[in-house]
């Protein structure tokens, strides 16, 4: 018996421990299996080693703002860190009446973790024929035929409906709209040929780009993809034309000093090291570790830019 309570006696501070080391929990504001999915779980097996068990909780609803929230309004003890995305930090704040958080003042920056262009693609069989090869035939095409091409998106206020609006300002062309309930139905409607062209992100189109059955027209970065070389930015053509898909981390407001600097060091050298930078080239996606000054001034540029955009779109979410 006494043996026993000895026992019993030397493994309270083990439990202590344990109970001590809890998981950190990191929120995805989207639903499993996406890219921002898939980046967030390489990285929380990553930086496990420095930070300790890392356990990703998807909390997807109401674009994004659901998981969002729950990161703003959790305590800054560095227990629970989240995915700030271009839709939940700089489109949704314009594109919903009512936001449950501030993105500029509720959060914590981290770093930014990853860039993945979007890309202007057409229907290939499209086309080929309406003889358009190139970025300047698809403009003299729209602009001799004017409401003939349509394109689709993943909704409204989508950034491939932002990046098709802010496109055909800028080209001085006229494309019905066509929004769909989320990105795969939209890219399915552009290869069965119910649109004719999409804005869609590089990640989800490289495949179907690289099968023949997409041709791409234009990246939206201000630069080529390098994962596209040959296909010219439309920023070669309209000068400064740039949108694209990007997601970091943050924490809630208030978070202390010696906890940001702990998460930024463990994330941003795990977006470093090689074997995270191949998996995530091989997504299409380009590793982008900032500091969090750097991005958290890349969330309040991003934000004036969106502002205008949406309010142009028209486009209204509840």
């Keep these: 018996m006494k043996q026993l309570l000895a026992l019993c006696l030397a493994a309270l ?7 001590a080391q809890k998981a950190i929990r990191l929120v995805v504001p ?3 299996g996406g ?3 898939v980046s967030a779980r390489l990285l929380a ?3 496990k ?3 300790g068990s890392v356990i990703v909780d998807n909390k997807p609803g109401a674009g994004g703002n659901l998981g969002a929230d729950l990161v ?3 305590l800054p003890d560095g227990m629970t860190i989240g995915i700030a995305a271009v839709a939940t930090h700089a489109i949704n704040p314009w594109l919903f009446a009512k936001m449950p958080y501030d993105s500029a003042r509720d959060f914590t920056p981290i770093t930014q973790i990853l860039r993945v262009p979007n890309v202007l693609v057409m229907n290939a069989d499209a086309a080929k024929r309406l003889h358009i090869d190139s970025l300047q035939d698809f ?3 729209a602009k001799a035929n004017p409401a003939k091409l349509n394109y689709g998106s993943g909704g409204l206020g989508s950034a491939g409906h932002l990046a098709g609006e802010m496109f055909k300002a800028r080209a001085g062309i006229f494309a019905v709209h066509i929004p769909y309930n989320g990105g795969n139905p939209a890219q399915l409607a552009l ?3 119910q649109v004719d062209f999409n804005f869609d992100n590089l990640a989800t189109a490289a495949p179907n780009i690289k099968s023949g059955k997409l041709k791409a027209l234009g990246v939206t970065t201000l630069t080529r993809s390098p994962a596209l070389p040959d296909v010219p930015s439309v920023a070669e053509s309209y000068k400064d034309f740039s949108i694209d898909t990007w997601w970091g981390l943050v924490a809630p407001a208030n978070l202390p000093l010696a906890l940001q600097a702990k998460l930024h060091k463990a994330f941003s050298e795990a977006l470093q090291s090689p074997d995270i930078k191949t998996r995530f080239a091989a997504m299409y996606a380009e590793p982008t570790p900032t500091t969090p000054e750097v991005f958290g001034a890349l969330i309040q540029s991003e934000l004036k830019k969106y502002e205008p955009m949406v309010k142009a779109s028209g486009a209204k979410a509840e």
């Design 49 to 51: 080693e420095s930070l």
């Design 30 to 32: 989207y639903a499993a």
């Design 72 to 74: 703003a309004k959790a």
């Design 45 to 47: 097996d990553k930086v």
């Design 13 to 19: 501070p083990l439990l202590g421990m344990a109970q």
């Design 35 to 37: 890219p921002i999915d």
């Design 191 to 193: 290869l069965s040929g």
């Design 139 to 141: 403009v003299a095409y």
